[in-house]
């Protein structure tokens, strides 16, 4: 079945850090992938969809300019999270979409697990 | 946008017994609906769906049920497990793909032996 990659597991890091996650779809091409963030006993909320060659889609009340997604190319998603404040303490969990397929559920990658200190 | 709404909070069965979740969704537009699990600490698990053309599905001891008229669908699980305790994400979307799934505040279902 399809597989998302999502890279690193887990990050442990100082205040003011900024922190790259990645999220590689490794047996299709996904031409869109979206970014979810997961507070702790709460629902996945969604952050943006990221679309391949484009800019992403933000949703309301999420920095554009705190939470950077680039997405050069049909396997691969990043999300930075730029100086990373412990309010930023989340799972962060991204899908994909494979392009060949727009009626088949998203793939989900394991999720990142971000501590700030 | 859509807003999905999601009941109870949680659900506490033994074993044996069936368990019912339930959502609502307020967006006409929204034709597919699937039901995820998530164990903690781990990737949601998709473990049922359905689109807006059929009333149920059923998939061993799982079933979903839909009613497009009043906007709500509905996990059915029967004869649960110890093992089936976990979060259950209800959620909704215009296209199973390529559009946004806007989720349920989940279920956090406990099954005792």
């Known amino acids: 079945g399809a597989v998302v990659s999502q890279h690193p597991s887990r990050v442990i890091c100082k205040s003011g850090t900024s922190v790259k996650i990645e999220c590689r779809s490794l047996?299709?091409?996904?031409?869109?992938m979206f970014w979810y963030r997961q507070f702790p006993k709460q629902s996945l909320m969604l952050m943006a969809t990221?679309?391949?060659?484009?800019?992403?889609?933000?949703e309301q009340g999420v920095e554009k300019d705190k939470f950077l997604i680039n997405h050069a190319s049909l396997t691969l998603s990043t999300l930075t999270v730029t100086s990373a404040h412990p309010e930023d303490s989340s799972f962060y969990i991204c899908?994909?979409?494979?392009?060949?397929?727009?009626?088949?559920?998203?793939?989900f990658g394991d999720g990142t697990r971000l501590s700030i200190l | 946008g859509e807003n999905v709404e999601q009941h109870p909070s949680t659900l506490s069965v033994q074993e044996g017994d069936s368990a019912v979740i339930k959502c609502t969704y307020s967006?006409?537009?929204?034709?597919?609906f699937p039901w995820y699990k998530q164990e903690l600490g781990k990737r949601p698990q998709l473990i049922i769906d359905?689109?807006?053309?059929?009333g149920e599905k059923k998939d061993q001891r799982i079933a979903v049920t839909l009613n497009k008229t009043a906007k709500h669908f509905s996990l059915h699980i029967t004869e649960t497990q110890p093992e089936d305790s976990a979060v259950y994400f209800c959620?909704?979307?215009?296209?199973?793909?390529?559009?946004?799934?806007?989720f349920g505040k989940g279920t956090m279902l406990l099954v005792s032996p």
């Open positions: 899908s994909a979409s494979d392009r060949g397929y727009s009626n088949q559920p998203q793939h």
């Open positions: 047996d299709f091409q996904a031409t869109t």
């Open positions: 990221s679309n391949e060659g484009s800019k992403a889609t933000y």
């Open positions: 967006d006409s537009a929204s034709n597919y």
């Open positions: 359905i689109r807006s053309n059929v």
């Open positions: 959620a909704a979307s215009k296209n199973s793909g390529y559009s946004t799934l806007t």
